[in-house]
T-cell receptor
Framework: GIQVEQSPPDLILQEGANSTLRCNFS?????LQWFHQNPWGQLINLFY???GTKQNGRLSATTVATERYSLLYISSSQTTDSGVYFC??????????FGTGTSLTVIP | DTAVSQTPKYLVTQMGNDKSIKCEQN?????MYWYKQDSKKFLKIMFS???????INETVPNRFSPKSPDKAHLNLHINSLELGDSAVYFC???????????????FGQGTRLTVV
């Protein structure tokens, strides 16, 4: 299967700070998604981004498919951004391979 | 309207019992999945179904049996529950066969199963 590595594993930020989360994957994919698992356990779709750059408010993501990595940027972080951020990739659609996640804590 | 809905959200049961988790999607997707999230938060595929046909069946004890009565539903039945089955189970769906682009997955809210 496709190997997915995320870094850093843990991140603690002061409210208002910016951060960059990274996702490396081992093979060609035609699907890459970023999810936020909130403290209630829900997996929230952030971006569907197999290539290119997208922005949604304070969040943006960039995937460089040829170099097999994706970055998630969080600007002006808020306490509600806390949770675990997952990267998931796939090719055939038969399954999505998840990274081990980045646990983000934003302190006021 | 919830795109992918699972019930129940919480399930507490005794060892040895049989239980089911239901999943429904109203997105018109052709593929549905069950994922297990362990205590370390790792998400691992259990099963995937495309148009009611089993596509992926990972190394899962045969006490776990998925059933897909139609494209919009994928239920998970678990026999003889064990302590180690305690986890969060997520249902998901995607449209695999598209004119362009890869599939995008949408997840249900999860079912937290606790076996005591």
């Amino acid at each position: 299967g496709i190997q997915v590595e995320q870094s850093p594993p843990d991140l603690i930020l002061q409210e208002g700070a910016n951060s960059t989360l990274r996702c490396n994957f081992s093979d060609s994919v035609n699907n890459l998604q970023w999810f936020h698992q909130n403290p209630w356990g829900q997996l929230i779709n952030l971006f569907y981004i197999p290539s290119g750059t997208k922005q949604n408010g304070r969040l943006s993501a960039t995937t460089v498919a040829t170099e097999r990595y994706s970055l998630l940027y969080i600007s002006s972080s808020q306490t509600t951004d806390s949770g675990v951020y997952f990267c998931a990739v796939g090719y055939t659609g038969n399954q999505f391979y998840f990274g081990t996640g980045t646990s983000l804590t934003v302190i006021p | 309207d919830t795109a992918v809905s699972q019930t129940p959200k919480y399930l507490v049961t005794q060892m040895g019992n049989d239980k089911s988790i239901k999943c429904e999607q109203n997105l018109g997707h052709d593929t549905m999945y069950w994922y297990k999230q362990d205590s370390k938060k790792f998400l691992k595929i259990m099963f995937s179904y495309n148009n009611k046909e089993l596509i992926i069946n990972e190394t899962v004890p045969n006490r776990f049996s998925p059933k897909s009565p139609d494209k919009a539903h994928l239920n998970l039945h678990i026999n003889s529950l064990e302590l180690g089955d305690s986890a969060v189970y997520f249902c998901a769906s995607s449209q695999v066969y598209r004119r362009q682009g890869g599939p995008e997955a949408f997840f249900g809210q999860g079912t937290r199963l606790t076996v005591v």
